[in-house]
């Protein structure tokens, strides 16, 4: 089991960016595929975009591509979601979480087969 851990949410204004950083520890972070959800208040949790193991294949969903950019340092154990350009419609809360990078093409954007998650991080964009 890997533990994951999120941070740098925070309070922005429309346009503006902020990144996020997923720590991982406990298993070898350097064997998952990593995905970053996001929930909004009386919404369902969403797809945000997700990575394989070597940082070679992103996917992105449609409303924050060309936006946001995933990436991850395996030596370091971490993964990032810059996010720019950000709107007050981005406001919730972030989730990384992590699942075995051998079947990372299938069903990567359903947050049901992705094992471990952190305990998630508050965006908020106001306008």
């Known amino acids: 089991q890997v533990q994951l851990v999120e941070s740098g949410g925070g309070l922005v204004q429309a346009g503006g960016s902020l990144r996020l950083s997923c720590a991982a520890s406990g298993r070898t972070f350097s064997s998952y595929a990593m995905g970053w959800f996001r929930q909004a208040p009386g919404k369902e949790r969403e797809f945000v975009a997700c990575i394989n193991w070597s940082g070679g294949s992103t996917d992105y969903a449609d409303s924050v591509k060309g936006r946001f950019t995933i990436s991850r340092d395996n030596a370091k154990n971490t993964g990032h979601l810059q996010m720019n350009s950000l709107k007050p419609e981005d406001t919730a809360v972030y989730y990384c979480?992590?699942?075995?990078?051998?079947?990372?093409?299938?069903?990567?954007?359903?947050?049901?087969?992705?094992?471990?998650w952190g305990q998630g991080t508050q965006v908020t964009v106001s306008s």
């Open positions: 979480a992590v699942r075995s990078d051998t079947y990372y093409r299938i069903g990567r954007r359903w947050d049901k087969n992705y094992n471990s």
